[in-house]
């Protein structure tokens, strides 16, 4: 009640301005997303579709459709040969893979570089630098594209090295702005906003394709994101000690819950970060989901034209449903699994526990069902919908563990966080690309979704064993001699008297 109420003295005539960076954070996560998100979709437009497996039969002009490959619908198979004939780019499966991801090989190489670059440095003005970069790179795409595949993957690799270097800046803007009893609630809008976003680029994107080309959501969502970039320097600031406007008492009430050391120079403690078993405990569930978030987002698209045989729009509109039960699963637990905690019903270290096994197992058995329902689409769909609902749960899990963990090292965390979910994004999506190469089969892509469920259950045993909450002796360093307050002088003349005279 306490909190309640000192939440409340926040809470005037104007908006707090812990909730205007919320925010902006928002707008910025939905226009990045905005434009990652084109790209899946839109390379099933830019690419010549690959003829399917089939065998044919002494009648020429009829081809049987193999068992191990998904008949077109009867009702789409016009439009969706149409379709087929726009694409301008002759790309396998593994160039196309390269493209999307292209940004994923160059955050690989600079996460870990980018704890060092945040420490003394503004994270407002550099995640500022990548918007910007990010906004160029946007605009420039059809252009590179045009001009070589091998510009392209090079233009994206170097903007990913540019974003992780930014990423370790934007947990530590937002450790010092969301207090431990609001974070799990904002960090479920952020994390929601990402994929509500996802809905309106999948739905629009499919229909601006089909009736601008597939250039035109590059250049659209590149002036946008240009315009949003006023915005965030505008309204945010580093910390609520350097905000001009912010009221004193939401001043108190962030930095008296927020335990976080403002020395932005404190040594990391690498070592102990990478022997501590509830770092690695984390880091499982993090990454598992990472695997499974970045095959799904880059390979979806291609499953649902190349196998189901959806249209782009239908690719579209099946893509936002999947990103709507994600964003609506993550405000709902992010808000739910607070509320459980702060009612006691259950402890801390319990909800994660809770949550984690729904977001690990749900999607473990979802993936293994859809590999026996064949080319069943309506089944295949709302299982698909219903993998991505159960994993999104993780931000109700162990999602923010680290800021339990060690909330003064969070860039370093971030960091090594980051430079694995990286490796794991190059790795899932070469993976599926190079078993769905030149094979899209049922039996391939089967593999892919196994590979997947695995992936997606094992962590959950190791986070069940290791996890934690409790704070790790290593947060905060141990003071410094010269720290140390000398003893009274008076003391010390007593203490050397009495042996003189001893």
């Known amino acids: 009640m306490a909190a309640r109420r000192d939440i409340a003295q926040t809470r005037g005539t104007k908006v707090p301005a812990r909730y205007v960076f919320a925010g902006v954070r928002v707008l910025t996560v939905v226009i ?17 579709s690959p003829a399917p497996p089939s065998t044919t039969s002494n009648t020429t002009n009829y081809t049987r459709p193999s068992a191990d490959v998904c008949a077109a619908r009867p009702e ?3 439009a969706s040969a149409a379709e087929e004939k726009d694409g301008q780019f002759d790309w396998s499966e593994l160039t196309q893979s390269y493209v999307i991801n292209g940004g994923t090989y ?13 420490r003394g440095r503004s994270p407002k003005l550099l995640i500022a630098c990548s918007m910007a970069l990010t906004s160029l790179a946007t605009l420039l795409t059809p252009a590179l594209a045009g001009w070589s595949v091998y510009a392209l993957v090079a233009a994206r690799v170097l903007l990913g090295f540019v974003t992780g270097l930014i990423m370790p800046a934007q947990g530590q803007i937002e450790t010092s702005w969301f207090p431990p009893d609001e974070r799990q609630q904002m960090y479920g809008i952020i994390h929601a906003a990402n994929h509500i976003d996802h ?8 229909v601006l394709i089909e009736n601008y080309g597939w250039e035109f959501p590059f250049y659209l969502y590149g002036g946008i994101s240009t315009a949003s970039l006023v915005l965030w320097l505008v309204f945010v600031y580093d910390t609520p000690q350097t905000h001009p406007h912010i009221t004193e008492e939401e001043k108190e009430y962030i930095t008296s819950r927020v335990n976080k050391i403002t020395d932005t120079k404190l040594p990391v403690p690498w070592v102990k970060i990478a022997t501590s078993s509830a770092v690695w405990a984390w880091l499982s569930m993090s990454v598992s989901a990472a695997w499974l978030s970045f095959v799904f987002m880059t390979e979806l698209p291609t499953y649902l034209r190349r196998m189901l045989h959806y249209s782009t729009s239908e690719t579209g509109y099946v893509t936002s449903l999947a990103h709507a039960s994600t964003a609506l699963s993550q405000i709902f637990c992010g808000f739910f699994s607070q509320w459980l905690r702060r009612r006691g019903f259950v402890s801390h270290l319990t909800s994660y526990r809770i949550f984690n096994a729904i977001a690990s197992l749900g999607p473990a058995a979802t ?6 329902f064949g080319c069943d689409a309506t089944a295949i769909v709302a299982l698909l919908v219903a993998t991505t609902a159960l994993s999104a749960t993780l931000v109700a899990g162990s999602l923010l563990n680290y800021m339990d963990l060690a909330i003064n090292h969070v860039p370093a965390l971030l960091g090594v966080h980051g430079s694995i979910a990286s490796a794991v994004g190059v790795a899932s999506p070469t993976l599926a690309a190079a078993l769905i190469n030149h094979n899209q089969t049922l039996s391939a892509w089967h593999k892919v979704f196994y590979i997947t469920a695995a992936v997606s259950a094992v962590p959950y045993c190791v986070f069940l064993v290791f996890g934690s909450v ?5 947060n905060t360093p141990p003071p410094r001699a010269c720290d140390k307050d000398p003893a009274p002088l008076g003391d010390v003349h007593v203490e050397e008297t009495t042996k003189t005279a001893k």
Do not use: F, N
């Not at 160059?106 to 945040?118: I, P």
């Not at 309106?200 to 994107?205: F, G, K, P, V």
């Not at 409790?470 to 290593?474: H, L, T, V």
């Open 199 to 206: 809905i309106i680029s999948a739905s629009l994107t499919g």
């Open 76 to 78: 789409h198979s016009d």
């Open 470 to 474: 409790d704070e790790q002796p290593w």
């Open 32 to 48: 990045s997303a905005l434009q990652y998100g084109c790209t899946s979709l839109a390379i099933t437009s830019m690419v010549r």
């Open 106 to 118: 160059g955050a690989v190489c600079s996460m870990m570089v980018g704890v060092y670059v945040v």
């Open 367 to 372: 993936l293994t069902a859809i590999t026996q």
